[in-house]
């Protein structure tokens, strides 16, 4: 059974594979590296074996080092610079999950 939930996480890396996956909802699994409080709501970053990326949200944010379980929606920001593409992918938060709701 535990094989199975694993299964069901989306690595970070097949997100920043294909700008077809925007809008896909995942659920993902991966360590808190940093932390960005904001007014209203906040962002943090979370990292697996294969990358990181920043979730967006209006919970409150989770502990440093934490490892957390959520369901988000994947988005991109463009960032045109110097005729080069500086954008880069992020989830908004839709739910955090517990192990057994992966």
């Not at 077809?20 to 904001?38: E, R, S």
């Not at 409150?60 to 005729?83: D, E, F, H, M, V």
Request: charged content about 20%; proline content about 6%.
């Amino acid at each position: 059974m535990l094989a199975s939930l694993v299964g069901c996480q989306t690595p970070l890396i097949t997100i920043k594979e294909s700008p077809k996956k925007v809008d896909q909802t995942v659920n993902l699994t991966g360590k808190v590296v940093h932390l960005a409080p904001f007014l209203g709501n906040g962002a943090y970053q979370i990292e697996d074996v294969t990358g990181k990326i920043w979730v967006v949200t209006t919970q409150t944010l989770p502990q440093l080092n934490q490892q957390i379980n959520l369901k988000g929606r994947i988005k991109y920001q463009s960032l045109p610079l110097a005729q080069q593409e500086l954008g880069d992918f992020y989830l908004i938060e839709l739910e955090r999950l517990s192990p057994l709701e992966q």
